[in-house]
Structure formats: C-alpha cells, structure tokens
C-alpha cells in the first residue's frame, strides 16, 4: 500500500468516513470506493458497488467475481462504531459495558454532576456538557448510535435536534407511547417533519418484555446491532 493511500485513509479515518479500497488481484490496481461511488484504475460495476455497500455494513472484508471474470479484494475501512448515550441513569450503567463490549466507543453525556462519575461508569468516557454541546464536539457519523435516557426534556429534546440533524444510523429515546407522543408534538413545534422524526425509536428497544434496568440495555443493545446490520428489516415504533 503506497503512501499516498496510507494518508488518504488516515484523513477518511480522521473524518469518520467509510471506505473500501477494491484491489484488482490481477494487476494489483487499486480503486476508492466512498458513498456508493468508484474513482480509481479499477473499473467496478453496480454489483461490485452492492457487494462493497454489504462488505462495510457487515465489516468484513472480502474478495468478489466481476463479470468479467476478474478478482477484485475489497478490502473496509470503517470508523469505529460509537453510542452516545444521554442520561447516566441505572440503565446506562448496563448498556455502557454491554455496547463496550460489543465494540463502540460509550460516551455518557449528563450535565448533572452527580450522575456522570467515575465510580457509576468505570472506564466509560463521560462528559458534563449540555447533550447539544456535546454532540456537536462529536460529530455524530453513520457509525454512531445516540440513545436519550433521561426522561426530562431540558436534556433530551436538545440531543435529539442534534441527532435528528446528523447522520447517525440510530436514535432511540426512553419512555412509553405516550411520553413518545409529546415528545414528537415537540419535535413538531419546532421544526422536524415526519420523515426525521421517524428515524427515532420510540419506545427504545427491542420488544422482549424487558423489565429491569440490564433487560432494557440488553433491548436496546439488541435494537441498535438490528438496524445497524440489518437495516431493512428494522422496523421504527410509530
């Protein structure tokens, strides 16, 4: 690998950019592959295009056939999968572990001192920011998951303005259908359309009959790998 490429993937890296490098096993030729578009000495098809979109949601890398008989290696450079989660409550305490060991980067955002502390969130980044300043110092990507928790809307409504203005491939906010049906009145008011307030799953989580504090994480948890590796098949709570 060159060096030019080695800097161009360190910057796409930096950016939280997704990207596949196709390489020809036959010439050794090379080709970037970035938001469903090619540029390279590679000539690729739309199926190359599919199989690079699956390879990068699956984060695996993998060799294909073209029509035309070639090999080509695609190989992913995904940014690291993040949750941004807002509210250090009893359910954040579970989900922060769960999501570290499934391989985000757990960021807990609570201005509220007393919650967001070393001693409830062991190894866990944590921020007492407001949750808007917050995110915007993040930069939400298509590989980050924000989650609210707090059931108060001075702290969650500002984070979903965020969220819903970023592209992040998940939101999802605590709280029964009847706190979800004010909180989309608010989002209303001040200026999201049904198609962004759509993208938030309200009430969180997998449907399983979770009950305590680990069994809501591990819905959620279960929710958030669902939309993040099968998207199609992710259904968004009305």
């Given at each position: 690998?060159?060096?030019?490429?080695?800097?161009?993937?360190?910057?796409?890296?930096?950016?939280?950019?997704?990207?596949?490098?196709?390489?020809?096993?036959?010439?050794?030729?090379?080709?970037?592959?970035?938001?469903?578009?090619?540029?390279?000495?590679v000539a690729?098809?739309?199926?190359?295009?599919?199989?690079?979109?699956?390879?990068?949601?699956?984060?695996?890398?993998?060799?294909?056939?073209?029509?035309?008989?070639?090999?080509?290696?695609?190989?992913?450079?995904?940014?690291?999968?993040?949750?941004?989660?807002?509210?250090?409550?009893?359910?954040?305490?579970?989900?922060a572990p769960?999501?570290?060991?499934?391989?985000?980067?757990?960021?807990?955002?609570?201005?509220?001192?007393?919650?967001?502390?070393?001693?409830?969130?062991?190894?866990?980044?944590?921020?007492?920011?407001?949750?808007?300043?917050?995110?915007?110092?993040?930069?939400?990507?298509?590989?980050?998951?924000?989650?609210?928790?707090?059931?108060?809307?001075?702290?969650?409504?500002?984070?979903?303005?965020?969220?819903?203005?970023?592209?992040?491939?998940?939101?999802?906010?605590?709280?029964?259908?009847?706190?979800?049906?004010?909180?989309?009145?608010?989002?209303?008011?001040?200026?999201?359309?049904?198609?962004?307030?759509g993208r938030?799953?309200?009430?969180?989580?997998?449907?399983?009959?979770?009950?305590?504090?680990?069994?809501?994480?591990?819905?959620?948890?279960?929710?958030?790998?669902?939309?993040?590796?099968?998207?199609?098949?992710?259904?968004?709570?009305?």
């Amino acid at each position: 690998m060159d060096r030019a490429l080695i800097d161009r993937l360190a910057a796409a890296r930096a950016a939280h950019r997704a990207v596949v490098v196709a390489t020809d096993l036959g010439s050794g030729k090379k080709t970037w592959i970035e938001d469903g578009s090619a540029a390279g000495s590679v000539a690729v098809d739309e199926a190359v295009l599919v199989a690079a979109a699956a390879a990068q949601r699956d984060d695996k890398s993998q060799t294909v056939e073209t029509g035309d008989g070639r090999r080509l290696f695609l190989h992913v450079f995904n940014p690291p999968l993040r949750l941004m989660v807002v509210g250090a409550v009893h359910i954040a305490q579970s989900l922060a572990p769960m999501a570290t060991l499934a391989g985000y980067a757990v960021t807990v955002i609570d201005p509220r001192g007393s919650f967001a502390t070393a001693d409830r969130f062991p190894g866990i980044t944590l921020t007492d920011e407001w949750p808007d300043e917050a995110l915007a110092a993040s930069k939400p990507d298509a590989r980050t998951a924000i989650v609210t928790l707090t059931h108060d809307p001075k702290l969650d409504d500002p984070a979903l303005h965020s969220a819903l203005r970023s592209g992040c491939f998940y939101i999802g906010c605590l709280g029964s259908r009847r706190t979800h049906a004010s909180r989309v009145e608010r989002l209303k008011q001040a200026g999201f359309d049904d198609a962004e307030i759509g993208r938030i799953h309200g009430p969180i989580g997998l449907d399983i009959g979770a009950r305590s504090p680990a069994e809501i994480a591990l819905a959620i948890m279960g929710e958030i790998t669902a939309t993040l590796r099968r998207p199609q098949a992710t259904t968004v709570a009305a």
